[in-house]
């Protein structure tokens, strides 16, 4: 039996009934799991959980080559998804989609499914099904009350194993949309809970990536959808509100490599810009917030260089790149090779430094006047051409990266659902 209801986010306080339903309305359940039951051998059966950034809905099946155009009536015939464009999307290109999503295979995944537990009692209560004779709690299966499927303590542990990967879950949630929490302060504390607008957070996922930079050596990989935070240091709208540390912690670890005399390198991939129209106000601002969160982080690096006298030997992209990742078709549907000319005819519309399409941050000058251009585009070098014909001609389209993911000198890993912004941070 499947039973589904829709559970909305209840607002951090009460006493304003508009600011209940705004947030119900606007703020998202964000976690994307799936946990399964999968054979254990000897007739017995564990949890497996699946983790990432994957929604669980169209227009996110994908492949590496990131079509446009020629699987529109294969593959993606029934799947199409594309939000830049409004109205007719005739002839347009999809939105290649890419994305980070993981299997959890050993006792982590117990701790995957805790969390799923603790969400569902929380929701489930006064969410139930008229038709249902038992309140929604009670429909939550036991696996404790399950023979057949292993529990924590049945796994063993080969330290030889070289699959074998230490595995911890981490999470952004607070105490209103999950059941569990401590109500002592102290115990919250114990737990590395904090408080906040008079309720518990769970901030784990901040904690681990702030961590994670400070112990890296070599290098940091990050792709994310979103890139935004340490607006406390920005030049000005420093009372934002995206307080996270993580821009702010990657430009002093290259500060600290920099005075040094170590070499260290952050490579940062985004989309070109957030899903939707890229001239709307909300896209706008985001990437005005994010270009504001670039210009601080070389600000910083720019700044290490001067006081360690290097600055006549490296600029600040020796250190710190931001890329964005697009693909083009040519008329053929044959993918474009690398510094290919363009179709004949196709009019330019995508700002680029060089021939190889979409590779952005090789300078800081070239990061901040792309965006610029973007923010404050000159209507004179604005195609004339209909959007349909435009979008044939240049048959080109960025990559929406959507994943969540960090890597650090190839040691440490962090893949979930959580963007590098305030929503997912706090």
Not at 10 to 30: D, M, P, W
Not at 158 to 185: A, L, M, T, Y
Not at 357 to 369: E, K, M, Q, R, V
């Amino acid at each position: 039996m499947l039973s589904c209801s829709l559970c909305l986010a209840k607002a951090l306080c009460f006493s304003n009934a508009i600011n209940h339903q705004e947030v119900g309305t606007i703020y998202t359940h964000h976690q994307k799991t799936v946990i399964v039951d999968a054979d254990a051998g000897n007739n017995h059966r564990k949890i497996v959980a699946f983790v990432g950034g994957l929604d669980l809905c169209d227009g996110r099946y994908d492949n590496p080559d990131h079509a446009l155009f020629r699987t529109l009536q294969t593959y993606h015939k029934d799947d199409y998804h594309n939000p830049t464009y409004t109205g007719s999307t005739v002839g347009c290109p999809r939105e290649p989609w890419h994305d980070m999503h993981g299997k959890i295979d050993g006792p982590a995944a117990y701790d995957v499914l805790v969390n799923f537990e603790e969400r569902w009692l929380k929701a489930a209560k006064p969410h139930g099904l008229k038709k249902l004779k038992k309140p929604f709690d009670d429909a939550l299966l036991r696996i404790e009350r399950i023979p057949d499927i292993m529990g924590v303590s049945d796994f063993t542990e080969n330290e030889n194993d070289p699959e074998r990967w230490h595995v911890q879950i981490f999470r952004s949630i607070d105490s209103n949309s999950v059941k569990g929490f401590p109500k002592d302060p102290k115990d919250a504390t114990s737990k590395n809970l904090v408080c906040g607008k008079n309720v518990l957070i769970d901030m784990s996922i901040h904690t681990a990536y702030v961590k994670a930079i400070r112990a890296a050596q070599h290098f940091i990989y990050i792709e994310n959808q979103y890139f935004l935070g340490s607006s406390y240091n920005w030049s000005s709208y420093k009372n934002l509100g995206a307080d996270n540390l993580i821009p702010m912690e990657i430009a002093l670890k290259i500060a600290s490599k920099i005075k040094a005399n170590e070499r260290f390198a952050a490579y940062i991939v985004i989309p070109m810009w957030p899903e939707g129209v890229p001239t709307g106000s909300a896209t706008q601002r985001i990437l005005y917030w994010q270009n504001k969160t670039r210009s601080m982080m070389y600000e910083t690096v720019y700044r290490a260089l001067v006081e360690a006298g290097l600055d006549s030997t490296f600029v600040p992209e020796d250190f710190l790149n931001f890329y964005c990742l697009g693909n083009r078709e040519l008329d053929g549907y044959q993918p474009l090779a690398d510094g290919s000319p363009r179709a004949a005819n196709a009019p330019e519309v995508i700002y680029t430094k060089s021939q190889k399409p979409f590779l952005f941050g090789n300078s800081t000058s070239w990061a901040i006047s792309w965006y610029s251009k973007i923010l404050k585009p000159d209507p004179k070098a604005l195609p004339k051409l209909p959007r349909l014909a435009l979008s044939q001609k240049s048959r080109r389209f960025m990559i929406y990266v959507h994943s969540k993911g960090m890597i650090v000198d190839d040691e440490f890993v962090i893949v979930g659902s959580a963007n590098i912004n305030q929503r997912s941070m706090e």
